[in-house]
């Protein structure tokens, strides 16, 4: 079952992703600065330099400079630790909260296409799975609607 998981999800990211590499390509951004804003768009609190660093594989120089770029345009704060001044803070801002909703709303256009091209029966079918995956709160967390609140 792994390996045909893999080959729909495959499918579906070479054929319906056109609209968010465009997006990503347009923003001018990397592949790791796009998930570190993922990240910090999920955490419920701000993220130090070094638990960011982490969470996206870099090092904490590296870390420094993609954090540096992001901030400059306004899709992060970076702030001193109150406690530890050595400690820097980092935050999603409104401008990178739009930029996650923008690469969001690219990625589910690809997939409106993909539905629009099933036919009925494969229609029912997929809905049919996803109802049932849907129930795990942990993947319904990720629904669009989920996101927006």
């Known amino acids: 079952m792994a390996a045909e998981l893999y080959a729909f999800v495959t499918h579906l990211h070479k054929h319906c992703n056109s609209d968010l590499l465009e997006a990503v390509g347009a923003l001018e951004l990397s592949l790791t600065q796009v ?3 993922h990240y910090l768009d999920d955490a419920t609190d701000e993220l130090t330099l070094k638990q960011g660093a982490e969470l996206v594989r870099v090092s904490l120089p590296a870390a420094s400079r993609m954090v540096e770029d992001l901030v400059r345009r306004g899709f992060m704060e970076r702030r001193e630790d109150a406690e530890d001044r050595r400690m820097k803070r980092v935050r999603i801002t409104a401008d990178g909260r739009s930029v996650i909703s923008r690469l969001n709303a690219a990625r589910l256009s690809g997939l409106e296409q993909f539905v629009e091209d099933l036919t009925v029966s494969e229609r029912r079918a997929l809905d049919h799975a996803l ?12 629904r669009p609607e989920a996101q927006k609140s």
């Open 35 to 37: 998930k570190l804003l």
């Open 131 to 142: 109802r049932k995956l849907l129930a795990r709160p942990d993947v319904a967390t990720s």
